[in-house]
């Protein structure tokens, strides 16, 4: 079975000590809901190590917000998937429709996926569609593009050790959420794209939600077929929600 994984991805948000303040509830409130799903943080890279600190030998695990492809470099400002290592990061998230945004390419993103995955680390690999895209029925094809980009460069092999995240850019930070339907049909449809290459490894692979997921609708959402989890956004950021959410996973 399926373990589930719910993470929190703070962006660019947090101090020093909002974020011992934030950590410090729920690693008092998590152990229970730790033992029914992995439960990861993805703060900003200047409190990696604050948080590798705080998190070390717990249930809670550390992830990043994102990688480069590049080993070493004249890349100003970016960090390269190994430095992460250094400070004990499990997954990274990879994808992020706000990085698509601003010009992040699918071969990118692949490419970012193999560096990661040759660090020994899990990417947490990002894909959706916009409302336009959606309106215009082009929902599907624009998911199966982002994920066979990946597919094609990584290999099949690479999705056994790798998180999908679908994450409708028309449910983040809108307040707008994919019904459980909605969001049911189109994990669905990843894991159908994925069997068609290996059948093991879809029914192997997690598939996360992401897309304001909050305390209300993590329930609903959670107990869908296909759906593995969360990769949970500005509910992270409040603690109680955030615990809430974790303590809705039902598998």
Request: charged share 20%; aromatic share 4%.
């Amino acid at each position: 079975m399926r373990r589930s994984l719910v993470a929190a991805n703070w962006k660019m948000n947090g101090s020093k000590a909002s974020i011992m303040e934030l950590l410090g509830v729920m690693l008092k409130r998590l152990d229970a809901a730790a033992t029914q799903a992995d439960i990861l943080v993805c703060p900003p890279a200047p409190y990696y190590e604050l948080c590798a600190g705080i998190l070390k030998g717990g249930a809670v695990k550390l992830g990043a917000q994102n990688a480069h492809e590049a080993e070493f470099g004249a890349f100003t400002g970016e960090v390269a998937a190994h430095m992460l290592t250094d400070f004990g990061i499990s997954m990274v998230i990879l994808g992020h429709s706000e990085r698509r945004s601003g010009g992040e390419t699918d071969e990118q993103v692949a490419s970012k996926c193999v560096a990661v995955l040759a660090q020994g680390m899990l990417p947490i690999v990002c894909i959706g569609e916009t409302l336009q895209e959606r309106k215009a029925g082009q929902a599907e094809s624009v998911v199966e593009r982002q994920l066979v980009a990946v597919l094609d460069q990584c290999g099949i092999d690479a999705l056994s050790a790798a998180v999908i995240a679908y994450e409708p850019v028309w449910a983040i930070g809108t307040g707008e959420t994919a019904t459980p339907a909605q969001a049911q049909q189109m994990h669905a449809f990843i894991r159908g794209l994925v069997a068609q290459r290996s059948e093991s490894i879809a029914t192997e692979m997690r598939i996360l939600y992401g897309g304001s997921v909050n305390a209300g609708n993590a329930a609903q959402l959670f107990a869908q077929k296909d759906i593995d989890g969360g990769l949970v956004g500005g509910a992270s950021l409040k603690p109680e929600e955030f615990i809430t959410i974790c303590k809705s996973v039902s598998k």
